[in-house]
């Protein structure tokens, strides 16, 4: 049997429980990865945990609050207890929402802020800490198209992923002397659970959204599991500090 693209890696995948987290950790696992799928979901995380295992695949469902310091130590903890270290995070793990800035609040921003740029920020942080004890690994963060243009009404979104994608930057830089690469991927529209939570599961809104991109649809979540395959594996060994944009072409405009 051949060898997968991640075979003796070990991965954590944030946000793992749904939509693109939840192919990425699966397909990681497919790959030959052992993942550590993480979320605040027990019985999505359990589906996610069953998946990997019917596609062949060695992962397990950990529950996980990006934004407490201390979870990710635990987190990190297991993952070095059941398989050994870690090689590659994925800062996948995001909240959003929609709202004029007049109507943001203090505490909507920082809600968001304690996930999208605290969690980014920990991962990283403790994930490179991971890495130095198997002399190097990937960092893989999921921004978005909205973390390098602007979006009418998503200002604390927009900012935080702005945020994400420049802590991708310092983390390449950072982590090249100790062979740790950090990259990130910006995704356009995806309708996935996180969009549906925000506009309602309406088909007349999907299809507006995929009218909007140069390639006529929106993305599907293995698109970027996909990429993230590549950048977590050995042929991106002289990638780092890239930016990675998947978003159907809207981002030429």
Request: proline share 2%; hydrophobic share 45%; net charge negative.
């Amino acid at each position: 049997m051949a060898r997968g693209r991640l075979e003796g890696k070990v991965a954590i995948v944030t946000g793992g429980t749904i939509g693109i987290g939840r192919e990425t950790a699966v397909r990681m696992a497919m790959e030959g990865a052992k993942v550590v799928a993480t979320g605040r979901s027990e019985a999505e995380g359990a589906e996610t945990a069953a998946q990997i295992r019917a596609a062949g695949g060695d992962g397990i469902y950990l529950k996980h609050d990006i934004s407490d310091e201390g979870a990710w130590v635990a987190v990190i903890a297991e993952a070095e207890r059941r398989y050994g270290g870690l090689d590659v995070l994925v800062n996948n793990a995001g909240m959003f929402f929609l709202k004029p800035i007049e109507q943001t609040s203090v505490e909507d921003f920082e809600s968001i802020y304690r996930v999208n740029v605290e969690g980014t920020f920990l991962g990283i942080k403790y994930g490179m800490a991971a890495m130095d004890k198997r002399g190097g690994g990937s960092i893989v963060n999921v921004s978005s198209l909205l973390g390098i243009r602007g979006f009418a009404n998503a200002t604390a979104y927009c900012a935080t992923k702005g945020a994400v994608t420049q802590m991708s930057y310092v983390a390449a830089l950072e982590g090249a002397p100790r062979k740790i690469r950090a990259n990130v991927i910006h995704p356009g529209v995806f309708w996935t659970k996180m969009l549906i939570d925000q506009f309602g599961d309406v088909d007349d809104v999907q299809k507006a959204l995929a009218a909007d991109a140069p390639l006529g649809r929106n993305g599907d979540p293995r698109e970027i599991a996909m990429a993230v395959v590549y950048l977590a594996s050995d042929e991106s060994r002289f990638v780092t500090g890239s930016e990675m944009t998947i978003d159907g072409g809207r981002g030429a405009r």
